[in-house]
């Protein structure tokens, strides 16, 4: 999209706003990875279809089958890496490294905000990170962040030429393709048009070959993100609230987020609270939140890798 698609007086007021703002905090979802390539979570997806969140996102499916939790992270891991940061993932670091007392809180475990060289202290991984790696064992306190080996173990490995296939619009988990699937593809045992809703049979793994805790050496590792009835991680809550209540707030950026998960969605109401006025930035002029816009908001309709640079040009010039 043309930044002239931002209408010429919002861009303006903004940038004005803009230029005087101190505090600043940004709240991120998947619709910032879209413009890098990578599904959303509510829009369309793929193979994994077949599957509910409740079979590979929780504590409980990872207990019953850490094979499978692993091969759907796995791949997760791989989109993420073939994936690059976009101009508003580069524009948002730029803002951070330019203004100390600008957060991001994103609800993206995807590694592109430090991948763009997002200054560490200021970007809060609210879900956790497909990077992040911990182990299970109750006795080990075992974590490691920021590793993107890929594949994590031998067993895991994904083809380069793993099929992209046709979305689906009932998706629950927004990712998309199996190493199991593409080779079966591959080898012309299914048909990419006999794939529908049916569950597609994936390869069982020992748990020998899965990634294992080099330190206890008896502990599976799991990914460290947020699973389906965890809390978020309580040291980075703590530290949005103390910054969040540290003074009053002068803007909310809420970007390529259907603001429809609590917590993170309650950060809008709360920085509201502080003082703040809120740009919303997403393609869909439906997703505003349960609060929806009140006056002295802005809206900008549109792809977030176009606009959200377009925005921040006035104070940190063109990325
Ligand atoms: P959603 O999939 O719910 O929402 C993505 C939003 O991005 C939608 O509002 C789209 O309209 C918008 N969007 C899509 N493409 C865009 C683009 N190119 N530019 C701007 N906006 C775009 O994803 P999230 O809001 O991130 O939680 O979902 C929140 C949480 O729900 C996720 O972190 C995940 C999931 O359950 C956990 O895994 C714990």
Redesign the pocket.
Same mark, same amino acid.
């Given at each position: 999209m043309a930044s002239s698609a931002i209408p010429a007086a919002d861009l303006r007021s903004f940038a004005e706003y803009l230029k005087g703002c101190k505090r600043i905090i940004a709240l991120l979802? /998947?619709?910032?990875s879209?413009?890098s390539g990578l599904p #959303?979570?509510?829009?369309a997806g793929g193979l994994w279809r077949s599957y509910e969140a409740t079979d590979l /996102?929780t504590p409980e499916a990872f207990d019953a089958n850490p094979d499978l939790v692993w091969q759907f992270y796995s791949y997760r891991r791989h989109m993420a890496l073939k994936a690059q940061p976009n101009r508003a993932h580069y524009a948002l670091a730029e803002l951070a490294r330019r203004n100390t007392d600008f957060i991001t809180l994103t609800?993206?475990v995807d590694g592109l905000s430090p991948r763009a060289n997002h200054p560490s202290k200021q970007l809060h991984h609210l879900?956790g990170s497909l990077f992040t790696v911990k182990c299970t064992s109750f006795y080990c306190t075992y974590s490691r962040e920021n590793d993107f080996t890929d594949p994590l173990v031998p067993a895991l490995a994904i083809p380069d030429n793993t099929p992209e296939l046709n979305p689906s619009t009932d998706d629950k988990t927004?990712e998309v393709a199996s190493r199991s699937l593409s080779q079966a593809l591959k080898g012309g045992e299914i048909k990419e048009a006999d794939i529908s809703d049916e569950r597609v049979p994936l390869p069982a793994l020992s748990t020998d070959v899965l990634p294992h805790c080099p330190k206890c050496k008896e502990g599976l590792l799991r990914p460290g993100?947020?699973w389906f009835g965890e809390s978020l991680p309580s040291k980075t809550l703590n530290q949005v609230d103390k910054w969040m209540n540290a003074a009053f707030v002068d803007l909310i950026l809420v970007i390529? #987020?259907?603001?429809?998960?609590y917590p993170?969605a309650g950060y809008v109401d709360k920085a509201r609270a502080r003082g703040a006025r809120v740009a919303v930035?997403?393609?869909?002029r439906n997703?505003v939140g349960s609060s929806g816009l009140q006056p002295g908001d802005w809206f900008f309709q549109g792809? /977030?890798?176009t606009i959200v640079p377009e925005l921040l040009k006035g104070v940190i010039g063109e990325v």
């Open positions: 979802g /998947a619709g910032i879209a413009s #959303t979570f509510r829009g /996102a609800q993206n879900h927004g993100v947020v390529g #987020t259907s603001s429809k998960v993170a930035v997403n393609m869909d997703d792809d /977030a890798g």
